[in-house]
């Protein structure tokens, strides 16, 4: 994804819903589809009111989170996305403006339709009573954050394989109970927790996926291919993909083969990035190493 991924900024946004409505999501998993619906119709609606004659598309990624800092069953979308659309004449725009009003409003709107369609009539009461509850729509966080592509690829790493909970958060096992803490998220609070054994585990396995389910998603000019998008400028160019891949290979080939991750730290056990390289002792630049490699591509081609 990181070959893929668009030279600008992104945006980090946050779709949350009422607290009424996560059992919904709980009792029926296939309800969770109508999140991503929601998500990409709200983002690409706001993006088409720049200039509906244009039709600028962003490029977003949505990632879908079940659980929450205390462990709870709390289904929300974290959603990054490109400041900025391309229209379909090739025309690039920047957007540092993201209308919260908006994004809170559509969100509400479009997700209480979806699920209206999924679950029938029986819903309507429920939705009038969410629409009362939430009269200024479901919280959405869209703050400005300075998200450039080096920061997005360790994004996107980081929550594909997250767990719910950290090891570093879970404090002690006495053979009966789990002791955990965590900062809730409202003030900051530390709390700590201490339950059955058996009850961490239950609120560990509602946050399993079902088999082959798609936890994280592609929009917009991440999900299409047309000749038109060549033009943008990518964060990684096409001549340097080659050579990046060959550096992570050597990582994979003694995994394989000798059972162990060379940059798993034998201490502590956290993944080490690359960041300088030795030959006979002294240390070549990434830099120096990477001009090396392409003059050999260079020979070889010519």
């Given at each position: 994804?990181?070959?893929?991924?668009?030279?600008?900024?992104?945006?980090?946004?946050?779709?949350?819903?009422?607290?009424?409505?996560?059992?919904?999501?709980?009792?029926?998993?296939?309800?969770?589809?109508?999140?991503?619906?929601?998500?990409?119709?709200?983002?690409?609606?706001?993006?088409?009111?720049?200039?509906?004659?244009?039709?600028?598309?962003?490029?977003?990624?949505?990632?879908?989170?079940?659980?929450?800092?205390?462990?709870?069953?709390?289904?929300?979308?974290?959603?990054?996305?490109?400041?900025?659309?391309?229209?379909?004449?090739?025309?690039?725009?920047?957007?540092?403006?993201?209308?919260?009003?908006?994004?809170?409003?559509?969100?509400?709107?479009?997700?209480?339709?979806?699920?209206?369609?999924?679950?029938?009539?029986?819903?309507?009461?429920?939705?009038?009573?969410?629409?009362?509850?939430?009269?200024?729509?479901?919280?959405?966080?869209?703050k400005p954050n300075l998200c450039d592509?080096?920061?997005?690829?360790?994004?996107?790493?980081?929550?594909l394989g997250r767990p719910v909970i950290?090891?570093?958060?879970?404090?002690?096992?006495?053979?009966?109970?789990?002791?955990?803490?965590?900062?809730?998220?409202?003030?900051?609070?530390?709390?700590?927790?201490?339950?059955?054994?058996?009850?961490?585990?239950?609120?560990?396995?509602?946050?399993?996926?079902?088999?082959?389910?798609?936890?994280?998603?592609?929009?917009?000019?991440?999900?299409?291919?047309?000749?038109?998008?060549?033009?943008?400028?990518?964060?990684?160019?096409?001549?340097?993909?080659?050579?990046?891949?060959?550096?992570?290979?050597?990582?994979?080939?003694?995994?394989?083969?000798?059972?162990?991750?060379?940059?798993?730290?034998?201490?502590?056990?956290?993944?080490?990035?690359?960041?300088?390289?030795?030959?006979?002792?002294?240390?070549?630049?990434?830099?120096?190493?990477?001009?090396?490699?392409?003059?050999?591509?260079?020979?070889?081609?010519?």
């Open positions: 994804m990181a070959f893929q991924l668009i030279q600008c900024s992104h945006r980090h946004c946050v779709f949350t819903i009422d607290e009424d409505l996560r059992h919904f999501f709980l009792e029926d998993r296939s309800l969770l589809d109508c999140l991503f619906h929601a998500v990409r119709s709200v983002v690409l609606r706001m993006f088409f009111k720049l200039n509906m004659s244009r039709n600028f598309v962003p490029g977003f990624i949505c990632v879908l989170h079940t659980f929450g800092r205390p462990l709870e069953w709390n289904p929300h979308i974290h959603c990054l996305v490109t400041e900025g659309g391309f229209s379909d004449d090739g025309f690039w725009r920047i957007v540092k403006h993201f209308d919260y009003t908006l994004l809170r409003m559509s969100f509400q709107t479009a997700l209480l339709n979806e699920m209206e369609k999924q679950i029938g009539p029986s819903f309507k009461k429920i939705k009038a009573a969410i629409y009362k509850k939430d009269s200024n729509g479901f919280y959405v966080y869209a592509t080096k920061t997005v690829t360790k994004y996107i790493s980081r929550y950290a090891l570093n958060r879970i404090d002690s096992y006495d053979g009966k109970n789990v002791t955990f803490h965590y900062h809730r998220h409202e003030d900051n609070a530390f709390v700590k927790k201490c339950i059955p054994a058996l009850d961490f585990i239950s609120l560990l396995i509602q946050h399993i996926p079902e088999h082959h389910y798609k936890m994280i998603r592609y929009y917009g000019l991440y999900a299409r291919h047309r000749n038109n998008d060549k033009k943008l400028r990518r964060a990684i160019p096409k001549n340097r993909q080659p050579i990046i891949r060959s550096f992570t290979k050597w990582r994979n080939n003694i995994a394989l083969s000798f059972g162990y991750d060379p940059l798993c730290c034998p201490n502590c056990k956290i993944g080490m990035t690359l960041t300088d390289l030795y030959f006979n002792h002294k240390r070549i630049p990434l830099e120096e190493m990477y001009e090396r490699t392409l003059a050999k591509f260079k020979c070889r081609s010519a």
